[in-house]
T-cell receptor
Framework: KAGVTQTPRYLIKTRGQQVTLSCSPI?????VSWYQQTPGQGLQFLFE???????NKGNFPGRFSGRQFSNSRSEMNVSTLELGDSALYLC????????????FGPGTRLTVT | EDQVTQSPEALRLQEGESSSLNCSYT??????LFWYRQDPGKGPEFLFT???AGEEKEKERLKATLTKKESFLHITAPKPEDSATYLC?????????????FGQGTRLTINP
Protein backbone atom coordinates (compact mmCIF):
# COMPACT_ATOMS: atom_id res chain seq x y z
CA LYS A 1 0.00 0.00 0.00
CA ALA A 2 1.42 3.38 -0.97
CA GLY A 3 2.12 5.79 1.86
CA VAL A 4 1.11 9.40 2.27
CA THR A 5 2.43 11.51 -0.58
CA GLN A 6 3.04 15.24 -0.55
CA THR A 7 3.84 17.58 -3.40
CA PRO A 8 5.94 19.46 -4.02
CA ARG A 9 8.76 18.24 -1.80
CA TYR A 10 10.64 21.53 -1.92
CA LEU A 11 9.46 25.06 -2.59
CA ILE A 12 11.06 28.50 -2.54
CA LYS A 13 8.79 31.53 -2.42
CA THR A 14 9.15 35.25 -1.88
CA ARG A 15 7.55 37.24 0.94
CA GLY A 16 4.03 38.31 0.04
CA GLN A 17 3.39 35.44 -2.35
CA GLN A 18 0.97 32.63 -1.72
CA VAL A 19 1.54 28.89 -1.87
CA THR A 20 -0.56 25.73 -2.17
CA LEU A 21 0.65 22.37 -0.88
CA SER A 22 -0.94 19.05 -1.71
CA CYS A 23 -1.39 15.82 0.24
CA SER A 24 -2.68 12.44 -0.92
CA PRO A 25 -3.54 10.16 2.01
CA ILE A 26 -3.13 6.41 2.16
CA UNK A 27 -5.82 4.70 0.11
CA UNK A 28 -8.93 4.27 2.25
CA UNK A 29 -7.93 6.88 4.81
CA UNK A 30 -10.49 9.62 5.22
CA UNK A 31 -8.89 11.86 7.85
CA VAL A 32 -6.08 14.25 6.97
CA SER A 33 -4.21 16.49 9.40
CA TRP A 34 -1.60 19.14 8.69
CA TYR A 35 1.34 20.13 10.89
CA GLN A 36 4.07 22.76 10.72
CA GLN A 37 7.54 21.79 11.93
CA THR A 38 10.21 24.37 12.75
CA PRO A 39 13.43 24.09 14.80
CA GLY A 40 12.13 26.57 17.36
CA GLN A 41 8.52 25.47 17.79
CA GLY A 42 8.69 21.80 16.88
CA LEU A 43 5.62 20.14 15.40
CA GLN A 44 2.48 22.24 15.67
CA PHE A 45 -1.03 21.27 14.62
CA LEU A 46 -2.56 23.34 11.81
CA PHE A 47 -5.90 21.70 11.02
CA GLU A 48 -7.69 18.43 10.44
CA UNK A 49 -10.19 17.37 7.80
CA UNK A 50 -12.58 14.46 7.68
CA UNK A 51 -15.08 13.86 4.89
CA UNK A 52 -14.38 17.28 3.38
CA UNK A 53 -15.14 19.07 6.68
CA UNK A 54 -12.65 20.89 8.88
CA UNK A 55 -12.94 19.21 12.27
CA ASN A 56 -10.32 21.08 14.23
CA LYS A 57 -8.01 24.05 13.82
CA GLY A 58 -4.79 25.03 15.56
CA ASN A 59 -3.63 28.46 16.66
CA PHE A 60 -2.49 29.83 13.33
CA PRO A 61 -3.54 33.05 11.60
CA GLY A 62 -6.23 33.10 8.94
CA ARG A 63 -3.55 33.22 6.23
CA PHE A 64 -3.37 29.46 6.68
CA SER A 65 -6.29 27.60 5.16
CA GLY A 66 -7.06 24.19 3.82
CA ARG A 67 -9.60 22.01 2.18
CA GLN A 68 -10.31 18.37 1.47
CA PHE A 69 -11.77 16.88 -1.67
CA SER A 70 -14.23 14.03 -2.09
CA ASN A 71 -11.37 11.60 -2.80
CA SER A 72 -9.82 12.58 0.59
CA ARG A 73 -6.91 14.44 -1.02
CA SER A 74 -6.18 17.66 0.81
CA GLU A 75 -4.56 20.98 0.06
CA MET A 76 -3.34 23.71 2.33
CA ASN A 77 -2.82 27.30 1.29
CA VAL A 78 -0.74 30.03 2.85
CA SER A 79 -1.37 33.55 1.61
CA THR A 80 0.83 36.62 2.02
CA LEU A 81 3.88 34.59 2.98
CA GLU A 82 6.15 35.79 5.77
CA LEU A 83 9.75 34.80 6.49
CA GLY A 84 8.54 32.97 9.60
CA ASP A 85 6.44 30.62 7.47
CA SER A 86 9.61 28.83 6.38
CA ALA A 87 9.14 25.32 7.71
CA LEU A 88 8.56 21.67 6.95
CA TYR A 89 4.84 21.14 6.37
CA LEU A 90 3.71 17.64 7.21
CA CYS A 91 0.51 15.89 6.30
CA UNK A 92 -0.77 12.87 8.23
CA UNK A 93 -3.62 10.53 7.41
CA UNK A 94 -5.64 8.03 9.38
CA UNK A 95 -8.48 5.70 8.58
CA UNK A 96 -11.15 7.58 10.48
CA UNK A 97 -12.03 9.50 13.59
CA UNK A 98 -11.95 6.43 15.81
CA UNK A 99 -8.56 5.26 14.59
CA UNK A 100 -5.83 7.06 16.46
CA UNK A 101 -2.75 6.00 14.51
CA UNK A 102 -1.61 8.70 12.10
CA UNK A 103 0.77 8.09 9.23
CA PHE A 104 2.91 10.99 8.10
CA GLY A 105 4.09 11.92 4.66
CA PRO A 106 7.65 13.08 3.85
CA GLY A 107 6.67 16.75 4.08
CA THR A 108 7.07 19.83 1.92
CA ARG A 109 10.05 22.01 2.75
CA LEU A 110 8.97 25.64 2.23
CA THR A 111 11.56 28.39 2.20
CA VAL A 112 10.39 32.01 2.15
CA THR A 113 12.96 34.61 1.08
CA GLU B 1 -3.51 23.48 28.03
CA ASP B 2 -2.11 20.14 26.93
CA GLN B 3 1.65 19.99 27.18
CA VAL B 4 4.44 17.52 26.41
CA THR B 5 8.03 17.81 27.63
CA GLN B 6 10.76 15.45 26.46
CA SER B 7 14.15 14.90 28.05
CA PRO B 8 16.97 14.90 27.40
CA GLU B 9 17.06 17.16 24.33
CA ALA B 10 19.99 15.17 22.97
CA LEU B 11 21.60 11.89 23.96
CA ARG B 12 24.77 10.32 22.68
CA LEU B 13 25.39 6.64 23.41
CA GLN B 14 27.88 3.99 22.44
CA GLU B 15 26.61 1.02 20.47
CA GLY B 16 25.18 -1.49 22.94
CA GLU B 17 24.74 1.05 25.73
CA SER B 18 21.10 0.90 26.87
CA SER B 19 19.20 3.99 28.03
CA SER B 20 15.76 5.58 28.35
CA LEU B 21 14.07 8.66 26.93
CA ASN B 22 11.47 10.49 28.98
CA CYS B 23 8.18 12.09 27.96
CA SER B 24 6.25 14.00 30.63
CA TYR B 25 2.76 15.14 29.77
CA THR B 26 -0.20 17.08 31.11
CA UNK B 27 -3.51 16.54 29.41
CA UNK B 28 -7.10 16.95 30.53
CA UNK B 29 -7.97 13.42 29.54
CA UNK B 30 -5.59 11.12 27.72
CA UNK B 31 -6.94 9.45 24.64
CA UNK B 32 -3.58 8.12 23.51
CA LEU B 33 0.17 8.69 23.75
CA PHE B 34 2.28 8.20 20.67
CA TRP B 35 5.94 7.63 19.96
CA TYR B 36 7.37 8.48 16.55
CA ARG B 37 10.84 8.27 15.07
CA GLN B 38 12.00 10.97 12.65
CA ASP B 39 15.07 10.79 10.44
CA PRO B 40 16.55 13.98 8.97
CA GLY B 41 14.54 15.31 6.03
CA LYS B 42 11.74 12.77 6.50
CA GLY B 43 8.32 12.67 8.09
CA PRO B 44 7.76 11.02 11.48
CA GLU B 45 7.47 7.24 11.43
CA PHE B 46 4.94 5.69 13.79
CA LEU B 47 6.34 3.46 16.54
CA PHE B 48 3.80 2.93 19.34
CA THR B 49 0.45 3.98 20.74
CA UNK B 50 -0.23 3.64 24.49
CA UNK B 51 -3.69 4.14 25.90
CA UNK B 52 -3.63 3.66 29.66
CA ALA B 53 -1.26 3.68 32.62
CA GLY B 54 0.59 0.41 33.03
CA GLU B 55 0.56 -0.42 29.35
CA GLU B 56 3.79 -1.53 27.66
CA LYS B 57 4.66 -2.18 24.03
CA GLU B 58 7.80 -3.55 22.42
CA LYS B 59 9.32 -3.52 18.96
CA GLU B 60 12.80 -4.91 18.36
CA ARG B 61 15.16 -2.96 20.65
CA LEU B 62 12.50 -0.46 21.73
CA LYS B 63 10.06 -0.69 24.62
CA ALA B 64 7.53 2.00 25.53
CA THR B 65 5.86 2.29 28.92
CA LEU B 66 3.19 4.61 30.27
CA THR B 67 2.26 6.00 33.69
CA LYS B 68 -0.33 8.65 34.55
CA LYS B 69 2.23 11.43 34.15
CA GLU B 70 4.95 10.19 31.84
CA SER B 71 6.09 7.71 29.29
CA PHE B 72 9.49 6.13 28.78
CA LEU B 73 11.07 4.81 25.62
CA HIS B 74 13.66 2.24 26.63
CA ILE B 75 16.35 1.41 24.09
CA THR B 76 18.19 -1.86 24.70
CA ALA B 77 21.59 -2.52 23.13
CA PRO B 78 21.12 0.19 20.48
CA LYS B 79 22.76 0.11 17.07
CA PRO B 80 23.92 3.06 14.93
CA GLU B 81 20.78 2.72 12.78
CA ASP B 82 18.70 3.66 15.83
CA SER B 83 20.10 7.18 15.56
CA ALA B 84 17.17 9.55 14.96
CA THR B 85 14.97 12.07 16.69
CA TYR B 86 12.30 10.43 18.84
CA LEU B 87 9.06 12.35 19.22
CA CYS B 88 6.36 11.90 21.83
CA UNK B 89 2.81 13.19 21.30
CA UNK B 90 -0.49 13.08 23.17
CA UNK B 91 -4.04 13.14 21.99
CA UNK B 92 -6.67 14.45 24.38
CA UNK B 93 -10.25 13.31 24.73
CA UNK B 94 -12.96 15.52 23.33
CA UNK B 95 -10.70 18.11 21.71
CA UNK B 96 -10.96 17.32 18.07
CA UNK B 97 -10.60 13.86 16.79
CA UNK B 98 -7.04 13.81 15.59
CA UNK B 99 -5.07 16.71 17.02
CA UNK B 100 -1.67 15.62 18.33
CA UNK B 101 0.37 17.75 20.73
CA PHE B 102 4.08 17.00 20.27
CA GLY B 103 7.10 17.38 22.49
CA GLN B 104 10.30 18.92 21.15
CA GLY B 105 11.88 15.52 20.66
CA THR B 106 15.06 13.77 21.80
CA ARG B 107 17.88 13.63 19.31
CA LEU B 108 19.57 10.25 19.78
CA THR B 109 23.01 9.46 18.38
CA ILE B 110 24.48 5.96 18.61
CA ASN B 111 28.21 5.80 18.00
CA PRO B 112 29.69 2.56 16.61
Amino acid sequence: KAGVTQTPRYLIKTRGQQVTLSCSPISGHRSVSWYQQTPGQGLQFLFEYFSETQRNKGNFPGRFSGRQFSNSRSEMNVSTLELGDSALYLCASSFGLARLKQYFGPGTRLTVT
Amino acid sequence: EDQVTQSPEALRLQEGESSSLNCSYTVSGLRGLFWYRQDPGKGPEFLFTLYSAGEEKEKERLKATLTKKESFLHITAPKPEDSATYLCAVQARGKGAQKLVFGQGTRLTINP
